[in-house]
């Protein structure tokens, strides 16, 4: 049978963003799909080369502005490793529940797009952005700003936490396990999305380490890698959690995944208001920093997988080099290999079950 | 070679921890490995390795590599360093919990290095958006246009001598 | 004799002549039916909005009732663009025919036992075949702006209706052979010992399966699907061939309402006396049904809509009416 081309153009309702894939088609089925992507380069690698250390740290919030504290805190955590600095005690603590906190936001809002995506017209989405909403108010009572918060800085954070701060965190947590509960129920009780989500867009473990896959996408497979685990950071090892996976490596699988991650979070957040040590929460930096020469490599767990930083300093005030390692990028570069001889709805699910943020995808 | 990262191993500065060998020594059995097949190495830490090697040498390198666990190719850049070129693979394994960071010197007149796609999957993207960006031509790769830039665009931008039209104000 | 200066008996043989009437009741049935979708779609966005946790139109008019006439006054003013390649005829037909295939099989739904535009002996037939024609204006939507995301509309559309169409069918049937006639008059007469969907509770989940198929409505909207395939067989339309279109499809969910309310729910009947407006109420709730599952189902897919239709709704139609079969012999 012949082939069609069909371009699912850079405006699409449903691609998350500018991202043009084009498809090509027998009948229904897909033969090949192509990602084109670059429709959001800013040239941000190019832009840091000219700007001081602390002025990329507001810049990095607009990579990945669904999870900008993640973006502060690589980038803030790569110019540490060249300064070999270490921030307070208390900075770290209040770093991994703003961490954790984002982390939840960002699984909520893939989880109202996914919604979106198979069909179900803004249902989901509103019931999780509800949440996602109150996570948006203790974040704009810390920093100021509802989306790009430019408050993990190099030495610290910005601000003290606001009084009654750890009071506010942890009644909506308990609100949270009662929702969550709800959004399980509306997933998994619902036969046509199981029918729509289950055995779609098998990535099978040993193809998603080779392709780079991280994040959901590699721990939906069912493969147990976490970088807070195996290249431990900040205060991470001090709490008692565990590596969340699926076990099919389907679409539900993934999402199954981000529910877990944000069950897991919850508890993280909850030990570390506990066990909040007090202190001050900023060392003491001077504006213009000087890294000695020397480059560094070094990566968090965002939502999305590993974000990485490497920066090479040339003992000026201006980075010599500066290259982000996007999880959104490599997850995406998995789509072809995934998206062979399934049907165009199929295609978006998996697409909506990659959670690409084209911010960092095309930097 | 060049001072990198948080303690260089042969000068200590006031205040600041020395890497001792028993930091180092759970790597060993993997730097005796190494060190006959590379030009250059470096210890960041036990879990951080650095080594440079010749382009020729690279495939072989990174089979054997691949060979002894290290299955995560995290990132593959260029940096432009004004005399040459370079380019830089991070590869991760999970079993050992160690990077090892590859570095790989390449001329400004012929910027060619074989493409790692045949080992590491991931790298087609990366190498796609390396290209883009510097013009290093990798040979073998699949598919190698540009990723991030439109296909008629000239020039390769994070070159340093390219110049980004600023506006005057700036 | 003269009343008013107008002659009564003149005006009593113009009522009676058929030409007049028909004209007449096809100009009311355009008319009900045009306010009833507008009613309709106002309630369907307040409500999907109370479902979804927000508020739904507010601002234009009192309670936002003025919502929809200013969407289709919207949509009236906008810009008419043609594809260049497409095919004109065609692409001009086809809102026109949606909008008028979708009012014919007004006309033989009766209202209350004298209310009919026209009263037809084989009237369920008529409605049938009627309702199958209207898959033909998507098909041409589908195909004539050239286009791949209409087409694969439109051919959606095409393969889900060759999926339905038999189990309505089936499901009818064992509406009529409960009731001996083909009339719907008689149809809602006979369920004055028991509503249908007491006996024919099968054929009732098969009819309602249907009516969401027929209509294109969620989970079942393939054709429009969305988040797919932009907007599906009319993403080239603008203006008011798409108000048309929106129109046309949005009374075929209506269609489908009071055609389950005539055939399952007793029409007319009600606890003590019969009335039109029990017709209304009935088709209300069973509108109200189609709006709440929109708003929490997830869409199929093609291919496990197509197994669900020949796989498991026609075995069930026909077991519908083997129990059919049985009761009246057994019951009646």
């Given at each position: 049978?012949?082939?069609?081309?069909?371009?699912?153009?850079?405006?699409?309702?449903?691609?998350?963003?500018?991202?043009?894939?084009?498809?090509?088609?027998?009948?229904?089925?897909?033969?090949?799909?192509?990602?084109?992507?670059?429709?959001?380069?800013?040239?941000?690698?190019?832009?840091?080369?000219?700007?001081?250390?602390i002025q990329i740290t507001p810049l990095t919030d607009k990579l990945d502005y669904v999870a900008s504290m993640s973006n502060n805190m690589a980038y803030v955590k790569a110019v540490e490793e060249l300064l070999d600095l270490h921030p307070p005690q208390r900075a770290e603590f209040i770093r991994v529940i703003v961490l954790e906190l984002q982390r939840i936001a960002s699984h909520l809002l893939a989880l109202g797009s996914i919604g979106n995506d198979l069909g179900m017209p803004f249902t989901l989405m509103m019931y999780t952005f509800r949440e996602r909403e109150k996570i948006l108010d203790l974040f704009e009572s810390l920093s100021g700003a509802r989306l790009g918060y430019n408050y993990i800085t190099i030495g610290g954070v910005m601000h003290d936490l606001p009084f009654g701060f750890?009071?506010?965190?942890?009644?909506?947590?308990?609100?949270?396990?009662?929702?969550?509960?709800?959004?399980?129920?509306?997933?998994?009780?619902?036969?046509?999305f199981i029918r729509?989500?289950?055995?779609?867009?098998?990535?099978?473990?040993?193809?998603?380490?080779?392709?780079?896959a991280t994040g959901p996408v590699l721990r939906g497979s069912g493969v147990k890698r976490d970088v807070r685990k195996e290249d431990p950071y900040s205060v991470y090892h001090m709490f008692d959690w565990k590596v969340v996976t699926g076990d099919k490596g389907d679409c539900l699988s993934r999402i199954s995944v981000w529910i877990k991650e944000m069950k897991m979070s919850s508890e993280i957040v909850k030990q570390a208001i506990a066990n909040l040590p007090a202190g001050n929460i900023r060392e003491k930096v001077s504006r213009v920093?000087?890294?000695?020469?020397?480059?560094?490599?070094?990566?968090?767990?965002?939502?999305?997988?590993?974000?990485?930083?490497?920066?090479?300093?040339?003992?000026?005030?201006?980075?010599y080099r500066l290259k982000i390692r996007s999880p959104a990028f490599c997850n995406l570069s998995v789509l072809p290999h995934i998206a062979k001889g399934v049907l165009i709805a199929d295609l978006i699910a998996i697409l909506g079950t990659l959670d690409p943020v084209f911010g960092e995808v095309d930097r | 070679m060049r001072k990198e990262g948080r303690n260089d191993d042969n000068e200590a500065e006031a205040g600041e921890r020395k890497l001792t060998v028993d930091d180092i020594s759970p790597a060993f059995p993997l730097i005796y490995e190494i060190v006959k097949k590379v030009d250059g190495m470096h210890i960041q830490t036990c879990n951080k390795i650095w080594v440079e090697v010749k382009r020729e040498?690279?495939?072989?390198?990174?089979?054997?590599?691949?060979?002894?666990?290290?299955?995560?190719?995290?990132?593959?850049?260029?940096?432009?360093?004004?005399?040459?070129?370079?380019?830089?693979?991070?590869?991760?394994?999970?079993?050992?919990?160690?990077?090892i960071s590859i570095k790989v010197k390449l001329p400004y007149d012929d910027p060619v290095v074989d493409s790692v796609t045949s080992i590491w999957k991931s790298a087609d993207w990366h190498e796609r958006e390396t290209y883009d960006m510097f013009g290093i031509v990798f040979r073998?790769?699949?598919?190698?246009?540009?990723?991030?830039?439109?296909?008629?665009?000239?020039?390769?931008?994070?070159?340093?001598?390219?110049?980004?039209?600023?506006?005057?104000?700036? | 004799?003269?009343?008013?200066?107008?002659?009564?008996?003149?005006?009593?043989?113009?009522?009676?002549?058929?030409?007049?009437?028909?004209?007449?009741?096809?100009?009311?049935?355009?008319?009900?039916?045009?306010?009833?979708?507008?009613?309709?779609?106002?309630?369907?966005?307040?409500?999907?909005a109370r479902l979804q946790h927000r508020y739904g139109p507010n601002r234009a008019g009192k309670f936002g009732i003025l919502q929809t006439l200013a969407d289709g006054l919207k949509l009236f003013l906008k810009e008419d663009i043609t594809p260049k390649n497409a095919e004109k005829i065609t692409y001009t037909l086809a809102p026109i025919l949606c909008f008028s295939l979708a009012m014919i099989p007004f006309v033989a739904i009766p209202i209350d036992r004298n209310i009919v535009v026209a009263n037809l002996n084989a009237g369920i037939l008529f409605i049938i075949a009627v309702a199958s024609l209207s898959v033909i204006p998507v098909i041409m939507a589908g195909w004539a702006p050239n286009n791949k995301y209409n087409l694969i509309g439109g051919i959606r559309s095409a393969a889900m209706m060759i999926s339905y169409e038999i189990p309505v069918g089936l499901a009818v049937i064992g509406v009529l052979v409960l009731s001996g006639s083909l009339s719907l008059i008689d149809i809602v007469e006979a369920q004055r010992r028991g509503w249908f969907i007491f006996p024919q509770f099968l054929g009732f989940m098969t009819f309602l399966i249907v009516s969401f198929m027929e209509s294109a409505r969620p989970p079942f909207d393939l054709p429009e699907a969305e988040s797919e395939i932009v907007q599906g067989w009319t993403t080239e339309y603008s203006s008011v061939k798409f108000a048309l279109l929106m129109f046309g499809e949005y009374t075929h969910a209506i269609f489908t309402s009071i055609l389950i309310a005539i055939l399952y729910l007793g029409g007319w009947l009600g606890i003590f006396f019969d009335s039109p407006l029990w017709l209304a109420l009935k088709t209300l709730i069973i509108m109200l049904f189609l709006m709440w599952v929109r708003s929490s189902a997830v869409r199929?897919?093609?291919?496990?809509?197509?197994?669900?239709?020949?796989?498991?709704?026609?075995p069930l139609a026909l077991l519908n009416i083997v129990i059919a079969g049985v009761l009246r012999i057994v019951w009646v």
């Open positions: 049978m012949e082939t069609v081309l069909l371009n699912l153009g850079p405006q699409h309702p449903s691609t998350h963003g500018v991202l043009r894939l084009v498809v090509e088609l027998e009948g229904e089925r897909v033969v090949n799909v192509e990602p084109v992507i670059g429709y959001l380069h800013r040239g941000f690698e190019k832009i840091c080369e000219n700007r001081r250390y750890p009071d506010h965190v942890l009644a909506f947590l308990k609100e949270l396990d009662e929702k969550i509960e709800e959004y399980e129920d509306l997933i998994y009780e619902n036969e046509i729509r989500t289950e055995g779609v867009g098998v990535l099978k473990p040993n193809d998603a380490i080779n392709l780079g920093i000087r890294p000695p020469e020397g480059e560094t490599y070094s990566r968090i767990e965002s939502p999305r997988g590993e974000l990485g930083f490497h920066i090479v300093g040339d003992g000026s005030t201006n980075p | 040498n690279l495939l072989d390198f990174c089979k054997f590599l691949k060979e002894h666990g290290f299955d995560h190719l995290s990132c593959v850049l260029g940096v432009d360093m004004k005399e040459y070129l370079e380019v830089v693979y991070h590869v991760w394994s999970y079993i050992d919990r160690r990077m073998n790769h699949p598919n190698l246009k540009r990723i991030l830039l439109p296909d008629d665009f000239e020039g390769h931008p994070l070159r340093k001598d390219f110049k980004v039209e600023e506006r005057g104000w700036y | 004799m003269e009343l008013f200066g107008v002659d009564i008996q003149a005006l009593v043989s113009l009522l009676q002549n058929p030409f007049v009437r028909g004209i007449g009741g096809a100009l009311g049935v355009v008319g009900v039916i045009s306010i009833a979708v507008l009613i309709l779609i106002w309630a369907e966005r307040k409500f999907i199929v897919r093609i291919d496990q809509m197509i197994n669900f239709g020949w796989k498991f709704l026609i």
